[in-house]
């Protein structure tokens, strides 16, 4: 006596199969909205991370050109001329900003202080703001990096 499996039986486990295969298509559509948070968080990050090593670059410059004498040292208009042209490539940075104050989205102070060593130093202050970018919940959308470099005054 020989066993005989069902036809029905053999074509139910092909059936299964099927199944499991769908089940794939499925999670990744389930995953795609968290998926894409977390891209365009990444993406907002690098901008951020961008403008933030930029802008302190941009203090670092500035407070070089003020720091070489002290005829310099409150030379706000010479140390915006640095700080312009290390952030000339940043996304709202463009032909367009030829100067730092109020209105753009660069503004730059410098001022002569007394170092921490006792010693006349030039202080050089820049803000920055950078574009409205994705507004992801818990986060702004645009950002405001302010940096602050110091060095000593030359002869």
């Given at each position: 006596?020989?066993?005989?499996?069902?036809?029905?039986?053999?074509?139910?486990?092909?059936?299964?199969?099927?199944?499991?295969?769908?089940?794939?298509?499925?999670?990744?559509?389930?995953?795609?909205?968290?998926?894409?948070?977390?891209?365009?968080?990444?993406?907002?990050?690098?901008?951020?991370?961008?403008?933030?090593?930029?802008?302190?670059q941009a203090a670092r410059?500035?407070?070089?050109?003020?720091?070489?004498?002290?005829?310099?040292?409150?030379?706000?208009?010479?140390?915006?001329?640095?700080?312009?042209?290390?952030?000339?490539?940043?996304?709202?940075?463009?032909?367009?900003?030829?100067?730092?104050?109020?209105?753009?989205?660069?503004?730059?102070?410098?001022?002569?202080?007394?170092?921490?060593?006792?010693?006349?130093?030039?202080?050089?202050?820049?803000?920055?703001?950078?574009?409205?970018?994705?507004?992801?919940?818990?986060?702004?959308?645009?950002?405001?990096?302010?940096?602050?470099?110091?060095?000593?005054?030359?002869?």
């Amino acid at each position: 006596m020989s066993r005989r499996i069902p036809a029905r039986a053999d074509t139910g486990a092909r059936f299964g199969e099927n199944c499991r295969r769908g089940n794939a298509v499925v999670e990744t559509a389930l995953m795609a909205p968290w998926i894409f948070l977390l891209f365009l968080g990444v993406f907002d990050f690098g901008f951020y991370a961008y403008a933030a090593i930029s802008t302190q670059q941009a203090a670092r410059v500035a407070a070089l050109y003020t720091s070489s004498s002290s005829s310099n040292a409150t030379d706000s208009a010479g140390a915006c001329t640095y700080a312009l042209n290390a952030l000339r490539y940043l996304p709202n940075m463009g032909s367009g900003v030829t100067s730092c104050g109020a209105g753009q989205p660069l503004q730059v102070t410098a001022t002569q202080v007394t170092g921490p060593d006792g010693s006349n130093a030039s202080q050089v202050s820049v803000t920055y703001q950078t574009i409205p970018l994705f507004p992801i919940p818990g986060l702004m959308g645009q950002m405001t990096i302010t940096r602050t470099a110091e060095m000593r005054l030359g002869s």
